[in-house]
């Protein structure tokens, strides 16, 4: 997946293309709002807005008024805001009060948010305006806001993690801190002693960490301006660990599609657009987003025997097959998968390739898809429903179809309804297969 910056420029140019189409909303509601700001518990120059996640929508448009204007309609932007912003990519966002009232000076503002889509049509209408007292303090702090995962969700453990967080104003860049320990300078704008690695991104609120990280570390990020100064503090340090000796009995080991994400805003962090989320039974995530089979076969060793896991759940091949490489190729590296698994006491499960559509990947990434991906996709399905596997697949149209966009808005990566389908087959079918594998080993 691409990062967020990529996707604005997109959908900038979007705007030439849309111009007046009409408004379709989608069965959803307006966005619930779950912050408040009172006089008894008022808000900043600079306070974090929350909403309820809109898994349909792409990014968010918020308007800010410092008066309820009259004859203020639902279904489109009014000319009266003070402020809006369309570059809204998290279900939270800070308002830039600061910029309508002075340090200790208070006021009352009323904003609004609706969800929107790939080509910048609302999918939701405006929700109702929202009042927010500011008392003109300054917050505690100026950093960006990590988002938090529950640490006992399903899904949740991650070889390859993505960090998000939401930003702070007045940001060009982020740079992401990932530590050995926590940082002996908590809220600082320098490096910690603990630092292992570290990485400068454009204006976006994700990380994807192209490390493996097995053990228990920190991540923290700071905003930079254009100059490379640093605007604010780092937030708070994020502790997480991946534990090989958890004890993990299912390994989940592929590219992006097991990796997580979809709907083109959504990263493996959205746990929503990760099959392993609606999962009967904990798993560890070992995917990276954009292996090819080659990868798959070559970092095996590093990154799944340490963690050793009864079953191996392998789908991998569809960025090799979309690129035109020979499903016969797939096939040798699955083998070696296979082969990899059987040696070190693993059982291996492969996963059938869903269908693709080339042209929303088109639309959503620019890349092309060569010619004979669903010969190329199908050959490698046969083979795979003659091993121990589980038809994920079958979640979807059969081949030829292509992925449809109610699934996958880019044709590539299921969204949460497909990552939900391709779970209810492996709930269903999994305990029938363990029970076989068993039987068959007798």
């Known amino acids: 997946m691409r990062s967020k910056k990529y996707f604005i420029l997109l959908l900038a140019c979007l ?26 518990n008022p808000a900043s120059l600079t306070p974090l807005i ?18 309820v204007p009259a004859h203020l309609s639902p279904e489109r932007p009014s000319k009266k805001h003070i402020f809006f912003c369309q570059q809204v990519y998290t279900n939270a966002f800070v308002l830039p009060l600061d910029k309508f009232l002075a340090p200790g000076q208070c006021g009352t503002f009323y904003w609004r948010v609706r969800a929107m889509d790939f080509d910048q049509k609302p999918i939701t209408p405006f929700s ?22 529950p640490p006992d969700a399903k899904g949740n453990v991650l070889l390859y993690p993505v960090y998000h967080w939401i930003p702070n104003n007045n940001a060009e860049k982020f740079e992401v801190e990932i530590l050995s320990a ?11 002693r603990y630092r292992v690695f570290s990485a400068v991104v454009d204006f976006s609120c994700e990380y994807y960490d192209p490390k493996p990280r097995i053990g228990t570390f920190y991540w923290r990020v700071r905003a930079i301006d254009g100059a490379g100064n640093p605007v604010g503090t780092y937030c708070q340090a994020q502790k997480f660990t991946n534990d090989p000796k958890a004890g993990y009995t299912v390994g989940i080991y592929g590219d992006s599609i097991s990796h997580g994400g979809g709907h083109m805003s959504y990263s493996p962090a959205d746990l929503e657009f990760s099959y392993a989320h609606y999962l009967d039974f904990p798993t560890v995530n070992l995917s990276q987003s954009g292996d090819t089979i080659g990868m798959l076969v070559n970092r095996f060793d590093n990154d799944v025997l340490p963690f050793s896991p009864r079953y191996l759940f392998i789908m991998g091949g569809t960025n090799s097959l979309r690129a035109g490489e020979s499903a016969e190729d797939v096939i040798d590296g ?17 996963l059938t390739l869903p269908s693709i559509n080339p042209s929303n990947i088109k639309k959503i990434f620019g890349e092309p898809t060569e010619p004979g991906w669903q010969e190329r996709i199908e050959k490698v399905n046969a083979y795979i429903r003659t091993q121990d596997y589980l038809d994920t697949a079958a979640a979807f149209p059969a081949l030829p179809a292509v992925l449809p966009t109610k699934y996958a808005l880019d044709g590539l990566h299921p969204d949460d309804n497909g990552k939900a389908r391709m779970a209810k087959i492996i709930n269903r079918d999994w305990p029938f297969l363990k029970e076989k594998i068993a039987h068959d080993n007798n």
């Open 15 to 40: 705007c030439l293309i849309a111009g007046n189409a009409s408004t379709h909303y989608l069965p959803h509601e307006y966005p619930v709002v779950l912050s408040s700001y009172t006089a008894q």
């Open 128 to 149: 109702p305006l929202k009042g927010i007292y500011c008392n003109g303090q300054k917050a505690a702090q100026n950093a960006p806001i990590p988002i938090k995962t």
């Open 334 to 350: 699955l083998k070696i998968l296979q082969q990899k698994c059987r040696q070190n006491g693993i059982v291996p499960i492969l």
């Open 50 to 67: 929350k909403w309820q996640k809109n898994t349909h929508a792409v990014y968010y448009e918020i308007e800010l008024f410092d008066c």
């Open 182 to 192: 926590p940082p002996e300078n908590p809220h600082g704008i320098k490096p910690s």
